[in-house]
């Protein structure tokens, strides 16, 4: 999966071809858009694909 930078949101789009059903959880390094030079976070997510 990706979670491009073109569209302008982001870290707001997930994409990708999903090969396997199952839930998945990724974590990320994360900096508020509104302050890019502050510490980075680590935020965590999840996706579940039925199909």
């Given at each position: 999966?990706?979670?491009?930078?073109?569209?302008?949101?982001?870290?707001?789009?997930?994409?990708?071809?999903?090969?396997?059903a199952?839930?998945?959880t990724?974590?990320?390094?994360?900096?508020?858009?509104?302050?890019?030079?502050?510490?980075?976070?680590?935020?965590?997510?999840?996706?579940?694909?039925?199909?």
């Open positions: 999966m990706q979670m491009p930078a073109v569209y302008g949101a982001v870290g707001t789009i997930v994409s990708g071809t999903p090969t396997k199952g839930t998945f990724w974590s990320v390094s994360v900096v508020p858009f509104s302050d890019p030079t502050a510490t980075p976070a680590l935020g965590t997510y999840q996706v579940t694909v039925t199909r």
